[in-house]
T-cell receptor, first 118, second 116 residues
Framework: DTGVSQDPRHKITKRGQNVTFRCDPI?????LYWYRQTLGQGPEFLTY????????KSRLLSDRFSAERPKGSFSTLEIQRTEQGDSAMYLC????????????????FGPGTRLTVL | QQQVKQSPQSLIVQKGGISIINCAYE??????FPWYQQFPGKGPALLIA?????SEKKEGRFTISFNKSAKQFSLHIMDSQPGDSATYFC???????????????FGIGTKLQVIP
């Protein structure tokens, strides 16, 4: 399977604990996005990487959240001191941007990591 | 501020019928309008997309109608099937901007149920 993969698929944690999620994008894709989706809502943009550079962070991404893409391939999203309000599906997507700056316009999403904070 | 408004939030259609989902946007800088389909436990998957230079795009049973002056677009699913039962999200983004990236803004979603 050459699609976007995410690990773990489900995570249950206690309030105050730290959690880390991993995303492996489609191999030739140079752009990677993180979204958060709560029940009954559409995905909300969290942050975006062009290769290893994090180029934008949403105001939704508080200082308890940090994302990295150290080698421009896989990415991790860490949440420190989790709160019950962090319970959501965390989605990763990737796309391919050409050197001209044009994007293929298609973001391919992974299956998501469902986080439950007790 | 909800930049992409979607309705209805739920829709029940009989098999063979037409499912219609409507969306409206506010930001005139948006120039790319994808629709995503999401099944339970899965991530959204791109279904069909349109740019504002055309008023309609059809792919199989799925058609997007686009009204640039009204800032509205809609998804029509012809001959709806039980396998189409899923949540559908309209979305909007800017294909090119000063930042060189595109952030997709999603609607709230429409849960479609197609009954036999």
């Amino acid at each position: 399977d050459t699609g976007v993969s995410q690990d773990p698929r489900h995570k249950i944690t206690k309030r105050g604990q730290n959690v880390t999620f991993r995303c492996d994008p489609i191999s030739e894709h140079n752009r990677l996005y993180w979204y958060r989706q709560t029940l009954g809502q559409g995905p909300e943009f969290l942050t975006y990487f062009q290769n290893e550079a994090q180029l934008e962070k949403s105001r939704l991404l508080s200082d308890r959240f940090s994302a990295e893409r150290p080698k421009g391939s896989f990415s991790t999203l860490e949440i420190q001191r989790t709160e019950q309000g962090d319970s959501a599906m965390y989605l990763c997507a990737s796309s391919l941007a050409h050197l001209t700056g044009e994007v293929t316009d298609t973001q391919y999403f992974g299956p998501g990591t469902r986080l439950t904070v007790l | 501020q909800q930049q992409v408004k979607q309705s209805p939030q739920s829709l029940i259609v009989q098999k063979g019928g037409i499912s219609i989902i409507n969306c409206a946007y506010e930001n005139t800088a948006f120039d790319y309008f994808p629709w995503y389909q999401q099944f339970p436990g899965k991530g959204p998957a791109l279904l069909i997309a349109i740019r504002p230079d055309v008023s309609e795009k059809k792919e199989g049973r799925f058609t997007i109608s686009f009204n640039k002056s009204a800032k509205q677009f809609s998804l029509h699913i012809m001959d709806s099937q039980p396998g189409d039962s899923a949540t559908y999200f309209c979305a909007a983004s800017r294909d090119k901007n000063s930042g060189g990236y595109q952030k997709v803004t999603f609607g709230i979603g429409t849960k479609l149920q197609v009954i036999p």
